[in-house]
C-alpha cells in the first residue's frame, strides 16, 4: 500500500515536471477596454490562447468610456488600457502620470478613420456653413473636439461660434438625421452608415484628426497606456512587451481571417451577421512600438486648438516597448 502511494507520487511529480511552463506561472495583466469593435483583438487573444502561449493571464475591465478608463488607470486598478490617444495626451498634460506603451491604430492622409459630416438638404455644403449651428461630438475636450475645432479654425471660422453637443457615438447619426444637430464627428462604423443613409443626402466636410495631418504624417489615433509607476518595474515592462506581442498575432489572425471577426461581432456586441460583415475594423497589423513622432503632431493640435496651455515633448507621454 505504501508503496503504490510512494509510485502514484512519483508520477504525479514527474507529470508536473513535463508540464508546460506557462501551466503553473502566468504573469497576471488587468486590460481595461471599451465595448467597442477593436476590442475583437483582446477578445480573440483570450478565445485563441494567444496571451497563455505568452505566459500571460488577462483580465479584462469593460468600461463605459475613455474617463472611466482614465479613472481605473489613475487610480491603479487596471494595469493597462486602451483609448483614444488624445484623452491621454491631455491628461497627461494636467499632470496625470501616464503614457502610451503600444500604437493602436494609425491615420494616415491616404487612410482617414475620422471625419465631420453634415446633410447637404439643409443647405450645408463646407465647414463655414455650420458657423453658428450645433454640431455633435462624442465628448468635449477629447479627440472629436480636437478634429471639429482644429478643421474649422483651418476652414477660417471660430470654434467658439459653434454649439458642441455630447452623445455617445451610437446617438450621433440618428440626431444628424432628425436634424437635432447640424453636423456631426464620427468614426467607423457609424460614418458608413450616415453615408448610406436614405434619410439625408451625407455629405463629408472634413477628414483626418487634424487639419495638417497631410504635412505631418501618420499620427497614432488609439494607444495602449499604462501608469508610470506599472511600467517603473522592469518585470511590467517585460509583460508590456509580451502583451503587444500577443496583441499583433491577434491583429494578424483576424486580418487574415475575416469569419473569425463576424463571429466575434455576433457573438459578444450582438450584431446580426449582415451587419457583422460590414463593420469595418482596422487592425494595426504592422509595428505597434509607441514612436514619439505619432503623437507630436496631435500635442501640437492640442495646444492651437486651447485644449491644453503649452506644448510639450511627446516623449514625456511615450514609453517604447520593443517586442520580439
Do not use: C
Request: proline share 6%.
Amino acid at each position: 500500500m505504501l508503496r503504490r502511494s510512494y509510485l502514484k507520487g512519483a508520477v504525479l511529480a514527474l507529470a508536473a515536471l513535463t508540464m508546460p511552463l506557462n501551466a503553473h506561472a502566468l504573469d497576471r495583466i488587468k486590460v481595461a477596454y471599451m465595448k467597442i469593435p477593436p476590442l475583437a483583438s483582446v477578445i480573440h487573444g483570450l478565445q485563441s490562447g494567444i496571451f497563455e502561449k505568452n505566459g500571460l493571464a488577462v483580465s479584462l475591465t469593460v468600461v463605459n468610456s475613455g474617463p472611466d478608463l482614465m479613472t481605473a488607470l489613475a487610480s491603479r486598478t487596471v494595469d493597462v488600457g486602451m483609448t483614444a490617444s488624445a484623452i491621454v495626451l491631455i491628461a497627461r498634460a494636467k499632470g496625470l502620470p501616464l503614457k502610451a506603451i503600444g500604437t493602436a491604430d494609425v491615420e494616415k492622409a491616404n487612410d482617414i478613420r475620422n471625419w465631420i459630416v453634415a446633410n447637404s438638404k439643409e443647405g450645408i455644403k463646407s465647414l463655414k456653413d455650420i458657423e453658428g449651428k450645433v454640431v455633435g461630438i462624442v465628448d468635449k475636450n477629447g479627440p472629436a473636439d480636437l478634429m471639429v475645432r482644429d478643421h474649422l479654425m483651418a476652414a477660417g471660422v471660430d470654434p467658439n461660434s459653434v454649439k458642441f453637443v455630447a452623445l455617445p457615438f451610437p446617438q450621433l447619426g440618428p440626431a444628424l438625421e432628425v436634424g437635432n444637430v447640424s453636423a456631426v464627428h464620427v468614426t467607423e462604423p457609424f460614418h458608413t452608415q450616415l453615408m448610406n443613409s436614405d434619410k439625408i443626402d451625407a455629405v463629408e466636410l472634413a477628414g483626418g484628426l487634424t487639419a495638417t495631418l497631410a504635412e505631418d504624417g501618420p499620427i497614432s489615433l488609439g494607444g495602449w497606456f499604462a501608469h508610470d509607476e506599472w511600467l517603473a518595474d522592469p518585470k511590467n515592462k517585460e509583460i508590456a512587451a509580451r502583451f503587444l506581442k500577443s496583441i499583433l498575432q491577434s491583429n494578424r489572425e483576424l486580418d487574415a481571417d475575416r469569419s473569425l471577426v463576424n463571429a466575434i461581432f455576433e457573438k459578444d456586441f450582438g450584431m446580426p451577421p449582415p451587419v457583422a460583415e460590414r463593420v469595418p475594423l482596422p487592425l494595426n497589423t504592422g509595428s505597434l512600438v509607441a514612436e514619439p513622432s505619432m503623437y507630436q503632431s496631435q500635442i501640437k493640435a492640442l495646444v492651437r486648438t486651447g485644449i491644453i496651455a503649452e506644448e510639450y515633448p511627446a516623449e514625456d507621454a511615450v514609453e517604447p516597448i520593443e517586442y520580439e
